[in-house]
């Protein structure tokens, strides 16, 4: 079975970082790219970021480039998300998804972890 | 690529018909995928590649579409299928989410 567990959710301040974590299994992990989504409260999907299989291509929405880094360590089967010079609206929860072959889909998401920005 | 779904919202009966339409500012062939999302929980994929029915998921729901218009027809509602609904394309970077559709009981 596939299992997605995200960590690393909180509380910061605007200006503030965090690290999210995703520990995957029940699956070969390096055959995969890995997505993050968010959603802020009462809102709609935001795609976020991806990486290819063997980490060597990471893709970024506009508003979040320059700031999050996204990471995969294939030893330890796991993905996770740099948040920097977070803002007020970063605040979501953040969603660790798996894409699904030829990357036509998410098809297995975790349960998510809320990160909250505000002073 | 700015994804327009329509109804924002929907409210229907148990045994109806449903369509959902999503539209996309440009062509993305079959790049296309579904999500039905309920309260507190995360999204479940129902269709990817426009039209290919995931599996595990009912058949009464189907995609349809190609190019820049797609929907998700749900052929009788069924209690369990009241939630929100997300069409997504894979096409380019950054992959986009519509705005979302809320199944509401009648």
């Known amino acids: 079975e596939v299992q997605l567990v995200e960590s690393g959710g909180g509380l910061v301040q605007p200006g503030g970082s965090l690290r999210l974590s995703c520990a995957a299994s029940?699956?070969?992990?390096?055959?995969?790219?890995m997505s993050w989504v968010r959603q802020a409260p009462g809102k709609g999907l935001e795609w976020v970021a991806n990486?290819?299989?063997?980490?060597?291509?990471?893709y970024y929405v506009d508003s979040v480039r320059g700031r999050f880094t996204i990471s995969r360590d294939s030893a330890k089967n796991s993905t996770s998300l740099q948040m920097n010079n977070l803002r007020a609206e970063d605040t979501a929860v953040y969603y660790c998804a798996r894409e699904g072959p030829a990357s036509l889909n998410l098809d297995s998401w975790g349960q998510g972890t809320l990160v909250t920005v505000s002073s | 690529i700015q994804l327009t779904q329509s109804p924002s919202s929907l409210s229907a009966s148990v045994g109806d018909r449903v369509t959902i339409t999503c539209r996309a500012s440009?062509?993305?062939?079959?790049?296309l995928a579904w999500y039905q999302q309920k309260p507190g929980k995360p999204p479940n994929l129902l269709i990817f590649a426009a039209s290919t029915l995931q599996s595990g998921v009912p058949s009464r729901f189907s995609g349809s579409g190609s190019g820049t218009e797609f929907t998700l027809t749900i052929s009788s509602l069924q209690p369990e299928d009241f939630a929100t609904y997300y069409c997504?394309?894979?096409?380019?970077?950054?992959?986009?989410f519509g705005q979302g559709t809320k199944l509401e009981i009648k």
């Open positions: 990486i290819k299989k063997d980490g060597s291509e990471k």
């Open positions: 440009q062509g993305i062939s079959i790049y």
């Open positions: 997504q394309q894979l096409n380019s970077y950054p992959y986009s």
């Open positions: 029940g699956f070969t992990f390096r055959n995969y790219w």
